[in-house]
């Protein structure tokens, strides 16, 4: 459903424009508000609400008996808000979360096929530089996509 690559950039109340690419494929399917949370690698990961619900169905069968469990869902859902986009195609992201990506006015958002991420951009540009040079190595030790 999402990808490429967009640069954009946070206003000062904290909105983002959506990029057009994202919102023909939303508005073609009746989506208009999202869930954004904690990602990794300090990028915020963005999900539909579908993609959310089942997200959360998966994170319910952790069992609570295991620490690392109850550490993930703590931050991961701690940082979790619905977010609606408005008529010019924005969201809101609250300062905390833009706070916790390092996220301060240039952002690259990123297509990863059930949800987009976005990316303060100089976190995006040392990121695609340190894992790009071994993008050979880490597509051989995935499973046989069939390329």
């Given amino acids: 459903m999402f990808y490429g690559e967009f640069v954009h950039s946070i206003d000062s109340k904290g909105r983002l424009i959506i990029p057009a690419k994202f919102r023909d494929t939303l508005r073609e399917n009746y989506i208009d508000k999202f869930f954004v949370t904690r990602g990794l690698e300090h990028c915020l990961f963005v999900f539909t609400p579908r993609e959310w619900n089942l ?47 390092g996220i301060k006015k240039d952002v690259v958002v990123v297509g990863v096929l ?31 996509v069939g390329l």
């Fill in 114 to 144: 059930s949800r987009f991420e976005i990316w303060d951009e100089e976190n995006w540009r040392t990121f695609e530089r340190e894992r790009g040079s071994n993008y050979e190595e880490i597509a051989e030790q995935l499973i046989d």
């Fill in 55 to 101: 997200l959360v169905s998966k994170l319910k069968e952790q069992p609570l008996t295991k620490v690392k469990a109850r550490d993930f869902m703590r931050l991961f859902l701690a940082g979790a808000c619905e977010v609606e986009c408005d008529g010019q195609g924005r969201i809101m992201i609250p300062q905390g979360l833009l706070r916790w990506a």
